[in-house]
């Protein structure tokens, strides 16, 4: 039986910003995979997209792989590490907190472990090969908020407040230098062998807003150094609920609950995933320049908010001993779960698009490189919790926990269904 987990798509943010605060961090922080809890049928058959016309069975988008089953991708787990209990406390298989999972080229993974302060080497079989790092203030050493990156090569690169650790694939330490930008374990990525993103935050205090931006880094061998300024692609604010504290000191922003908020996903490559909000199912992938450079789009069959789950998350938004804006009202919160949470762009080329699908549950769906709607991948009810953290052409990594909460790192192979003969790829 699957058990949906949650993703109302109501993060919190506060202190100080007004409407960009949302939208700047949501974008530039590091996020994890969404799921879902509902436990309500699908939606009625008058149900509408958001757009305003209803939706019958014939107007929805065909997939691909329900003409042609045999075609059907699927995940099938074939390496998991982690112990409930290890044989002592330093025990490398415990989890504490997992914080980044970061594949190696040979099959084996880097795990940082967040709460131990600590860097994991397994290699492919998930055997323990090595530890670094510690807590504390000093070369090799970390502070509780550091995050792991791939660096140059196969070099793993540790972040700490202002300060970057550079590890070889043997753990040893080979030196530090000042980590670029100023979002601390914000979005960085390779656009190529030398040169670098890296996501900036200018904050107006008297205005209380936030402005992002992307620095583009060049490589030298030991230093990064600023050679551009790109811009994120812009989007309409989204909808949120602005409290006030008593005596108009701070301000603070919730999210409204289900709504579809316009918004962009930073790829590899240095390319963006945009959609628009509003209640479509239409989104972008978008070059560093501007560029579109394809869009997919489809037309769903909305699912129902049962009223429990809609209640509890209005209630979430009130903030004690705070006062909400009046614009906002119950009546703002939809009855029906947005047309998806979120989407990313494959080492292959495909989309893949998280949303609510029938009876609640967390499903996932599969564009083909060529914008085509192929379905919905096939995943065993041991991984329905998976966070995808990485993705390759074959393989996926990412974190799942178990009854008790325990985190453990899976390895699940990408079955590709071979097609029928007879039948074009």
């Not at 374990?185 to 670098?196: A, F, H």
């Not at 945009?274 to 972008?284: D, M, Q």
Request: proline share 7%; with cysteine.
């Amino acid at each position: 039986m699957r058990s949906p987990t949650t993703a109302s798509g109501a993060p919190r943010r506060s202190e100080l910003f007004a409407l960009a605060t949302v939208a700047v961090f949501s974008h530039l922080l590091s996020a994890c995979d969404p799921g879902a809890e509902n436990d309500a049928p699908g939606a009625s058959p008058d149900a509408s997209n958001g757009s305003g016309a209803p939706v019958s069975s014939a107007d929805v988008t065909p997939a691909r792989w329900d003409t042609l089953p045999g075609e059907r991708w699927r995940l099938e787990e074939d390496l998991r590490i982690g112990v409930v209990q290890g044989s002592s406390t330093a025990d490398p298989r415990v989890f504490g907190r997992i914080r980044n999972v970061i594949p190696t080229d040979d099959g084996g993974v880097w795990v940082y472990d967040q709460q131990a302060v600590e860097l994991r080497k397994f290699d492919a079989s998930g055997g323990h090969l090595l530890s670094v790092g510690r807590a504390g203030q000093g070369p090799g050493e970390f502070s509780g908020n550091a995050c792991a990156r791939r660096g140059v090569g196969a070099e793993m690169w540790v972040e700490t407040e202002t300060n970057w650790h550079r590890f070889d694939p043997r753990g040893q330490l080979l030196g530090t230098f000042p980590a670029p930008g100023r979002l601390a374990c914000g979005v960085r990525m390779w656009l190529d062998s030398t040169r670098y993103l890296v996501a900036e935050v200018e904050t107006d205090f008297e205005s209380r807003t936030q402005r992002s931006y992307f620095t583009i880094h060049e490589w030298s061998g030991d230093r990064f150094s600023v050679v551009d300024t790109v811009s994120p692609p812009q989007t309409p604010p989204p909808r949120i609920v602005t409290f006030t504290s008593r005596g108009g000191r701070n301000v603070s922003q919730r999210a409204i609950p289900f709504v579809h908020n316009a918004d962009w996903r930073l790829q590899a490559g240095g390319r963006f995933l945009v959609w628009e909000g509003g209640g479509t199912y239409e989104i972008h992938l978008v070059g560093l320049e501007g560029d579109t450079i394809r869009s997919i789009s489809r037309t769903y069959r909305p699912v129902s908010i049962d009223r429990r789950t809609r209640r509890e998350e209005i209630d979430k938004v009130s903030r004690p001993g705070w006062i909400a804006e009046d614009t906002f009202s119950e009546a703002d919160v939809p009855h029906t779960y947005p047309p998806f949470s979120s989407a990313s762009l494959r080492e292959d080329g495909t989309i893949w698009v998280n949303r609510v699908g029938d009876e609640g549950v967390a499903v996932r769906e599969v564009f083909s490189a060529s914008g085509e709607y192929l379905g919905e991948l096939m995943i065993p009810e041991a991984l329905e919790g998976l966070s995808i953290t990485s993705a390759s052409s074959d393989h996926v990594w990412g974190t799942v926990r178990d009854d008790l909460g325990v985190q453990f790192v899976v390895r699940a192979r990408l079955i590709k269904g071979d097609p029928p003969r007879g039948i074009p790829d």
